[in-house]
């Protein structure tokens, strides 16, 4: 009895445990399907979210759905190439479930799927074992065989599994040895790692089956010495990838065009195709590499032609327009591909619209800076002026259209920060003057373009102006030349005085000429005489910034609309008047200029006791970006950590601190810590920090990488409130965060951008896709690659001084066709004020202006 009910102990035990299982089965499965559901969800709202594809596939294995498996993979593979690895997961499962010659077939169409997305030896060889289910396999190791034989480390393991199953199938006769001998033969000619373990088979072979061979050893040895030389000259570089780690994608991608740069011309062409293919698939995110392998196939087409009529591989009959499109689904982020792809289509005689819709996928690809739609626009734009019949008005008019369509789309994208450079005005103005056939339309574009950012300081914009105007005749260029020498701050004044004495030389009258030295040397005179006042010792420093200062808001004041000059002025008059002005310049001058140096003593006497001890520099840190209202005690109160000697405080005549000094700390460590809390907020600014440089030139270097960071995050259309701490937590679930810079205003204030960086490139990527677009608060997120333009050059992303020009209002509307003396689209109420040329030539300051500006009253 006891016995029994022991039994029946254990085996209610064995039930609770079963049910228990189950139970946690059930949630299990409830769970995974809830996470599929929800991956659903997101890839619905943004399809271009690839984690959410990741979590989908990963959730589809979890419940073992074979059904949702494929949704899966087929969703995947609609929107983005599908790795490697992750398509032999799939592949697994498809082979072992497949029973069917419909199935197999099925599973035949996955493996060329795969293969077409990335190049990749492994699947090559995952999809050979499978071959033998399928009717005819022989035809299939032609596609494969070839093309991924020739991976210099891997192709071997390809010919060892080609030589085991397909030789036995050989069948026996006096013709199977030479056949054997053949592909012996064909593999010898491949530099791959195994070459010298396959030659010396070859040998074997050939020994003992040389009656029935009909091939000549000494030309098999000849092929293999030629082979193996060519093999020395490549080994060098699988090695160096060999030791490259995989996620290092921009070292990997510099060895591979050295590879290729340097074995290029003693590769056979399907070699140096399988290194370009190499290369794309394991730097795929990295759009320079898409763009060499695109210019080695054009600029080597008809080399390639050969290839592609001999082979039948996929990899071998690829062709421009395949490869950039496969590029496109790895690197949507690229102009440089878009306008490819244009130029491509437009080669091939594509249709118009065809053309147009690049344009509208690069329109919502997501770019964080107007510059590459602006580019992309420009070539669009170009390919449309080239398909224009200028014969027709209606295909002109179509043509301006398009551009007045570029033109306001822009603005209203991207307001102030869309092409303040004009280039498509540019371009558009010069078609007018030419192949449009509207000089005038021509005339008030430029007039825009002039009007726009600081495009009135640049002296090569007003001499191409010039030129432009000469199609309307000597006396609009020449009016051109004299609105331009008469602008205030141009960049290069000399070069533009010279051009248009060079047109007077070559289209005006000997008094023409004079008239327009005469106008323009007291101009250049003048801007001399400041240059060289400002760089003598003893300059008066705020003098100089006052008068940049009113420069500045000269330049962002309307033009204003000044009557016809003529040229027929007296010649003597001229001089007369300049004669005149200069004696009473240098009278002047004479007689301030002692009153402007004893100011000027008067300030060193005031600050001598301010001296910095230079011998001290490596213990003091420069505090800058401080309020004027500052103390030393606020100054150590807010930074315990260090141990600060003395506080200098720069302060003025009047006693007030100018918001920067110099402090003297304990220590080299101590500077090596303040200099780590630099940017620290005090009363709500951010303190600048910087070591004690004495060398300019060191003082001016930019703090931070002007290259492509790849681990590096720019993000933009944060909300003005979120602190730095905010920023961090946001990005911290995606990986180790290094550092982030949340860029502010000098007053403290977030501009709405700011910088995060990954300890790994593979973490800010997922940022990237996981919150570029986001909604946060209203505010849409933009996160890109931290992708600097080079210092020291224009760059058309700067938000121009002064007040914006709106690039997309109605206002803007041009009315083309009516003759006006001048017609602006720029609205009067955002214009830039010009002050007349005249004004700055002839008026001579008085004895107190002159005393003021000396005395920086």
Not at 608 to 615: F, N, P, R, W
Request: aromatic share 10%; glycine share 4%; charged share 30%.
């Amino acid at each position: 009895m006891t016995e029994e009910k022991e039994e029946m102990d254990v085996a209610e035990q064995e039930d609770d445990t079963l049910s228990s299982d189950d139970s946690d089965d059930e949630e299990t499965e409830n769970k995974n399907l809830l996470l599929y559901l929800q991956a659903l969800q997101n890839i619905s709202e943004n399809k271009y979210s690839y984690n959410d594809y990741i979590q989908l596939v990963d959730v589809s294995f979890e419940i073992s759905d074979l059904d949702k498996i494929r949704e899966a993979y087929d969703l995947f593979a609609a929107v983005f190439p599908i790795a490697p690895q992750l398509w032999l997961r799939r592949l697994k499962i498809e082979t072992s479930l497949a029973s069917t010659e419909e199935d197999f077939v099925y599973v035949d169409v996955l493996y060329k799927k795969a293969l077409s997305d990335y190049y990749c030896t492994e699947v090559a060889l995952d999809y050979a074992e499978f071959l033998s289910k399928l009717p005819n396999p022989i035809n299939h190791w032609n596609e494969i065989l070839l093309p991924y034989a020739l991976d210099c480390m891997k192709g071997s393991e390809l010919f060892k599994f080609w030589r085991d199953n397909v030789y036995a199938a050989l069948e026996d006769g006096p013709d199977k040895a030479q056949a054997i001998c053949d592909f012996y033969e064909s593999e010898i000619e491949i530099p791959i790692f195994a070459l010298d373990d396959t030659f010396l088979e070859l040998k074997t072979f050939y020994e003992k089956n040389k009656e029935q061979i009909s091939s000549k050893w000494d030309v098999l040895e000849e092929k293999y010495h030629k082979t193996r030389k060519i093999l020395q000259k490549i080994i060098p570089f699988e090695k160096k990838l060999n030791l490259i780690d995989k996620s290092s994608h921009q070292e990997r991608a510099s060895v591979f065009r050295d590879y290729i740069e340097t074995c290029q011309n003693s590769l056979d062409p399907k070699v140096v195709l399988v290194l370009h293919e190499r290369m794309v698939t394991e730097c795929c995110l990295d759009a320079n590499v898409w763009l060499s392998y695109l210019t080695y196939v054009q600029e080597n087409e008809d080399l390639l032609e050969k290839v592609k009529n001999e082979q039948k591989a996929p990899v071998f009959k690829q062709t421009p327009l395949d490869i950039v499109n496969r590029a496109l689904r790895n690197c949507t982020w690229s102009h440089l591909l878009y306008i490819e792809k244009m130029r491509i289509l437009e080669v091939n005689k594509a249709k118009w619209e065809e053309v147009q819709t690049i344009l509208e996928e690069a329109t919502v690809a997501g770019f964080q800076t107007p510059e590459p739609i602006v580019s992309i626009w420009l070539e669009y734009l170009t390919y449309l002026a080239r398909k224009t019949d200028f014969q027709k008005d209606n295909e002109r008019e179509n043509l301006r259209k398009n551009f007045q369509f570029a033109w306001d789309t822009l603005g209203r994208d991207w307001g102030a920060l869309a092409d303040p450079q004009c280039k498509i005005l540019q371009y558009w103005s010069k078609l007018e003057y030419g192949k449009l056939g509207s000089a005038v339309k021509g005339r008030d574009l430029w007039y825009t373009v002039m009007e726009s950012s600081d495009n009135s300081t640049k002296a090569s914009l007003w001499t191409e102006f010039a030129y432009l105007e000469l199609q309307r005749g000597l006396e609009a260029a020449r009016k051109i030349y004299k609105k331009a020498v008469s602008t205030p701050n141009m960049d290069d004044l000399e070069s533009l005085v010279s051009s248009w004495i060079q047109f007077e030389r070559c289209y005006g009258s000997l008094q023409q000429l004079k008239t327009c030295q005469n106008y323009c040397l007291p101009i250049l005179a003048h801007q001399r005489h400041k240059r060289l006042a400002s760089s003598k010792p003893g300059g008066n420093k705020k003098n100089d910034e006052k008068s940049s200062k009113k420069t500045d808001d000269k330049k962002d004041t309307k033009p204003v609309k000044r009557k016809n000059t003529e040229q027929s002025e007296d010649n003597g008059e001229v001089q007369e008047k300049t004669s005149k002005g200069k004696k009473k310049l240098k009278a002047e001058m004479e007689e301030e200029l002692p009153c402007a140096l004893e100011h000027v003593k008067l300030n060193q006497d005031l600050h001598k006791d301010t001296e910095i001890d230079k011998s001290k520099d490596h213990v003091t840190v420069f505090f800058s970006n401080l309020n004027y209202d500052i103390t030393e005690d606020k100054i150590k109160e807010n930074f315990p950590e260090l141990t600060i000697k003395s506080v200098n405080l720069i302060k003025n005549v009047t006693g007030k601190t100018r918001g920067f000094g110099y402090i003297e700390l304990e220590s080299e460590v101590d500077v090596q810590k303040a200099l780590g809390l630099d940017r620290k907020e005090i009363d709500g600014r951010p303190v600048y920090i910087s070591k004690i440089l004495r060398d300019k030139s060191e003082r001016q270097k930019f703090k931070y990488a002007t290259e492509l960071e790849p681990n590096k995050l720019f993000v933009r259309g944060l909300p003005f409130e979120m602190s730095q701490d905010d920023v961090r937590d946001l990005f911290a679930k995606y990986g180790e965060i290094k550092d982030v810079r949340l860029v502010v205003h000098k007053s403290g204030k977030s501009k709405g951008f700011a910088y995060v960086e990954y300890m790994k490139e593979s973490d800010a990527s997922t940022a990237i896709l996981k919150l570029d677009q986001m909604d946060l608060k209203g505010q849409k997120l933009q996160v890109a690659i931290s992708a600097p333009p080079p210092r020291g050059k224009p760059e058309a992303s700067r938000i121009p001084t002064g007040r914006p020009v709106n690039l997309g209002g109605a206002k803007r509307q041009p009315h083309m066709g009516e003759a006006k003396p001048r017609i602006s689209f720029i609205p009067t109420s955002v214009q830039k004020k010009v002050v007349g040329g005249n004004d700055v030539a002839t008026k001579a300051k008085t004895n107190e202006e002159f005393r003021k500006m000396l005395l920086n009253k």
